[in-house]
Protein backbone atom coordinates (compact mmCIF):
# COMPACT_ATOMS: atom_id res chain seq x y z
CA UNK A 1 0.00 0.00 0.00
CA UNK A 2 1.26 3.34 -1.13
CA UNK A 3 -0.28 6.75 0.61
CA UNK A 4 0.12 9.98 -1.63
CA UNK A 5 -0.07 13.44 -0.62
CA UNK A 6 0.39 16.57 -3.26
CA UNK A 7 1.34 19.73 -2.20
CA UNK A 8 2.94 23.15 -3.66
CA UNK A 9 -0.77 24.18 -5.75
CA UNK A 10 -2.04 27.85 -6.20
CA UNK A 11 -3.13 30.59 -8.06
CA UNK A 12 -0.56 32.23 -10.04
CA UNK A 13 -0.86 34.27 -13.32
CA UNK A 14 -0.48 32.93 -16.83
CA UNK A 15 3.30 32.72 -17.86
CA UNK A 16 4.17 32.15 -13.82
CA UNK A 17 5.55 28.92 -12.25
CA UNK A 18 5.19 26.43 -9.97
CA UNK A 19 6.27 23.26 -8.01
CA UNK A 20 4.48 20.48 -7.24
CA UNK A 21 5.46 17.95 -4.44
CA UNK A 22 3.90 14.35 -3.85
CA UNK A 23 5.04 12.38 -0.70
CA UNK A 24 4.63 8.88 -0.70
CA UNK A 25 4.47 6.18 2.54
CA UNK A 26 6.41 3.54 2.34
CA UNK A 27 9.84 2.18 1.75
CA UNK A 28 9.25 0.57 -1.51
CA UNK A 29 8.93 4.27 -3.17
CA UNK A 30 11.60 3.11 -5.19
CA UNK A 31 9.97 0.37 -7.01
CA UNK A 32 7.49 2.24 -8.37
CA UNK A 33 6.76 4.76 -11.71
CA UNK A 34 5.19 7.81 -10.60
CA UNK A 35 3.15 10.15 -12.57
CA UNK A 36 0.95 13.30 -12.49
CA UNK A 37 -2.29 13.77 -14.08
CA UNK A 38 -4.98 16.41 -14.55
CA UNK A 39 -8.58 16.91 -14.40
CA UNK A 40 -10.21 19.88 -15.41
CA UNK A 41 -13.92 20.62 -14.90
CA UNK A 42 -16.08 18.92 -17.43
CA UNK A 43 -13.18 16.72 -18.91
CA UNK A 44 -11.31 13.54 -18.85
CA UNK A 45 -8.34 13.05 -16.82
CA UNK A 46 -5.13 12.61 -18.76
CA UNK A 47 -1.36 12.39 -17.92
CA UNK A 48 0.72 14.94 -17.84
CA UNK A 49 4.07 13.77 -16.78
CA UNK A 50 5.47 10.43 -15.88
CA UNK A 51 9.04 8.79 -14.65
CA UNK A 52 10.35 5.70 -14.33
CA UNK A 53 11.19 4.12 -10.87
CA UNK A 54 14.95 5.00 -11.27
CA UNK A 55 13.91 8.68 -12.81
CA UNK A 56 15.94 7.69 -16.22
CA UNK A 57 13.03 7.61 -18.31
CA UNK A 58 10.31 10.32 -18.52
CA UNK A 59 7.10 11.32 -20.91
CA UNK A 60 5.19 14.05 -20.98
CA UNK A 61 2.25 15.28 -22.89
CA UNK A 62 2.29 17.54 -26.00
CA UNK A 63 0.92 20.39 -24.39
CA UNK A 64 3.18 20.40 -21.42
CA UNK A 65 6.74 19.45 -23.29
CA UNK A 66 9.60 21.93 -23.03
CA UNK A 67 7.48 23.61 -20.07
CA UNK A 68 6.46 21.10 -16.92
CA UNK A 69 9.54 18.77 -15.54
CA UNK A 70 8.60 15.74 -14.08
CA UNK A 71 11.47 14.46 -11.55
CA UNK A 72 12.26 12.17 -8.21
CA UNK A 73 14.05 11.77 -4.91
CA UNK A 74 13.89 8.15 -3.88
CA UNK A 75 15.67 9.07 -0.83
CA UNK A 76 13.22 11.56 -0.16
CA UNK A 77 10.36 9.69 -1.46
CA UNK A 78 9.12 12.17 -3.40
CA UNK A 79 8.11 13.30 -6.94
CA UNK A 80 8.19 16.73 -8.32
CA UNK A 81 6.40 18.17 -10.95
CA UNK A 82 8.10 22.04 -12.47
CA UNK A 83 5.55 23.75 -14.07
CA UNK A 84 7.02 27.19 -15.83
CA UNK A 85 5.09 29.17 -18.47
CA UNK A 86 1.73 28.27 -17.13
CA UNK A 87 -1.12 28.49 -19.17
CA UNK A 88 -4.71 28.98 -18.43
CA UNK A 89 -5.83 26.08 -19.85
CA UNK A 90 -3.25 24.57 -17.53
CA UNK A 91 -5.66 24.72 -14.98
CA UNK A 92 -6.94 21.80 -13.19
CA UNK A 93 -6.93 19.70 -10.06
CA UNK A 94 -3.66 17.70 -10.40
CA UNK A 95 -2.98 14.31 -8.97
CA UNK A 96 0.19 12.05 -8.48
CA UNK A 97 0.17 8.52 -8.73
CA UNK A 98 2.12 5.30 -8.41
CA UNK A 99 2.48 2.37 -11.06
CA UNK A 100 3.79 -0.53 -10.17
CA UNK A 101 4.44 -2.20 -13.66
CA UNK A 102 7.06 -1.21 -15.89
CA UNK A 103 5.43 -0.17 -18.81
CA UNK A 104 5.47 3.62 -19.67
CA UNK A 105 3.72 5.68 -20.49
CA UNK A 106 0.17 4.20 -18.81
CA UNK A 107 -2.89 5.32 -17.58
CA UNK A 108 -3.27 2.01 -15.23
CA UNK A 109 -1.58 3.74 -12.26
CA UNK A 110 -2.48 1.65 -8.91
CA UNK A 111 -2.85 4.73 -6.24
CA UNK A 112 -3.57 8.00 -6.21
CA UNK A 113 -3.33 10.88 -4.21
CA UNK A 114 -5.74 13.21 -3.48
CA UNK A 115 -5.06 16.21 -5.74
CA UNK A 116 -3.64 19.66 -5.50
CA UNK A 117 -5.67 22.50 -7.23
CA UNK A 118 -3.89 24.63 -9.84
CA UNK A 119 -5.17 27.63 -10.92
CA UNK A 120 -3.81 29.95 -13.87
CA UNK A 121 -5.24 33.49 -14.42
CA UNK A 122 -4.95 35.28 -18.16
Known amino acids: QVQLVESGGGSVQAGGSLRLSCAAS????????MGWFRQAPGKERESVAQ????????YYAGSVKGRFTISRDNGKNTVYLQMNGLEAEDTALYYC???????????????WGQGTQVTVSS
Open 26 to 33: GRTFGKYA
Open 51 to 58: VSWNGFNT
Open 97 to 111: AAYSKSRLPSLDYDY
